[in-house]
């Protein structure tokens, strides 16, 4: 799908359960209940968009995606055609719901870890230097209340909605990632925030979208933007990084 | 009457010694310093006969004292000792007049994965993935290399993989008393950890030895 011309290196480090837990809360599920077939397509649909964009992903999400469809497959068979796998786990999305338990209690601890590194970061002791160790930029993407996924979910749309124009295709001009960035750039250059859907208003083919999106993650990498999202699943906004609020 | 004013001579005594120290002092600390002069004789000496807890009890009592005041500056617990800081209020300011940079924040899977090593150390890198479901190969280097992080020894399984706990740099980053002082320690502490678990049972038996400091070496198992 993406072109020569369009490749960027972008590592993703949120792994399969960061999704299916975007998933669970953006289709408001209950964790101990998931509806498998659904959260099974959406999770295969952004798996195909992870793949479409070229993102470097782990391959734990084929993994899961390979378990997803074997829970489906067995909570199709009727309760007593099931393999008695072990006596007490009569629902085969067991094991996948105490995972994702565990693994949603350390995201709040992390979350809490954040809160009191953003309150010591006022804080400086007396007498000695300041204790902070240094911290190198990681090489993951800057994100601060926004997930990967809800990029994903935002640049879904902007595809859906071209989806049935792609004849055009033919007759538009290409462009490179490199256009892209530059173009964001100047847009955001004027310290007021960037809509998200306003890249791509104007955007006429899937490769223009292909192309915008790239060009934000590969900004936002390289922290030349920041992109923040207000309200949960709400309007996203892009902020040139000198001028983002803190 | 006689009480009130050496407790208040103490007081005064602590805040001073605290407040010229370069690191945290903890009570033992200030014990030692006392005993010290005990050999010196004379009006030095009657202080080497203060306890642990009667520092303890004075230290709380001026941290409460400080905080009443709102001077702007606090006495605060972190790293296992005392010491004084400026109250976050005036944060902005006291970075300003220090020429400090606001410091990065350290991204979510790395503060992921410190979460799983301070909430179960000792751990390996196999533990920490079976709860995050992706590898933290990247993570952890970056950890280390901030020394929020360290290796305490080896576990007993198959390859004696590495183990990993938090380090004081971790306590000083997040302002941290000790790592108890993590919100519901003993609930996460106690989850069972899966996979792992099954190759260890009985290091992941006592669930409060997980919540413990790291410690140097594993006892080995029989």
Known sequence: MVQDECRVQLEVFEGPLDLLLYLIRKEEVDIYDIPIERITTQYMEYLGLMRMLDLNIAGEFIVMAATLMMIKSRMLLPEEDRPALEPEEEDPRWD?????????????????????????????????????????????????????????????????????????????????????????????????????????????????IVCTFLALLELVRLRQVTVRQEADFGDITIWSAERAPV | MEATSNQNLLRRVLGAVVF??????????????????????????????????????????????????????????????????????????????????????????????????AYRQPVTRADIEAVRGVSVDHVIPVLMEMQLVRIVGRSDLPGRPMLYGTTTAF?????????????????????????????????????????????EEKEPQS
């Open chain 1, 96 to 208: 996948l719901v105490r995972r994702l338990v565990e693994y949603k209690k350390f995201k709040e601890a992390a979350e809490h870890l954040l809160q009191r590194e953003i309150l010591q970061e006022n804080v400086f002791p007396h007498g000695g230097e300041p204790t902070a160790p240094s911290v190198e930029p990681d090489p993951s993407l800057a994100l601060e209340n926004i997930s990967l996924f809800d990029l994903l979910a935002a640049f879904n749309q902007a595809l859906k909605r071209i989806q049935t124009e792609d004849l055009t295709e033919i007759f538009a001009e290409q462009f490179t990632v490199a256009d892209k960035i530059e173009e964001i750039l100047l847009r955001a250059r004027g310290g007021r925030p960037l809509a998200f859907s306003s890249l791509f208003r104007e955007a006429a083919t899937r490769h223009e």
């Open chain 2, 20 to 117: 010229a120290a370069r690191r945290p002092l903890s009570a033992r600390d200030i014990r030692a310093l006392f005993q010290s002069a005990e050999a010196d004789g004379g009006e030095a000496a009657a202080w080497a006969n203060l306890s642990e807890a009667e520092i303890t009890a004075a230290l709380d009592q001026l941290r409460i004292d400080c905080e009443a005041a709102a001077l702007g500056v606090q006495l605060a617990q972190v790293a296992g000792g005392y010491r004084f800081q400026n109250d976050p209020v005036g944060g902005l300011w006291v970075r300003r007049l220090l020429g400090a940079d606001r410091p990065a924040r350290l991204s979510r899977p790395a503060l992921e994965t410190l979460a799983v090593i």
């Open chain 2, 171 to 215: 306590l000083e980053h997040f302002g941290l008393k000790d790592i108890k002082d993590l919100p519901g320690i003993e609930e996460l502490a106690r989850i069972e950890l899966r996979r792992a678990q099954a190759a260890k049972p009985e290091a992941a038996d006592p669930p409060d030895a997980a919540a413990l400091p790291p410690q």
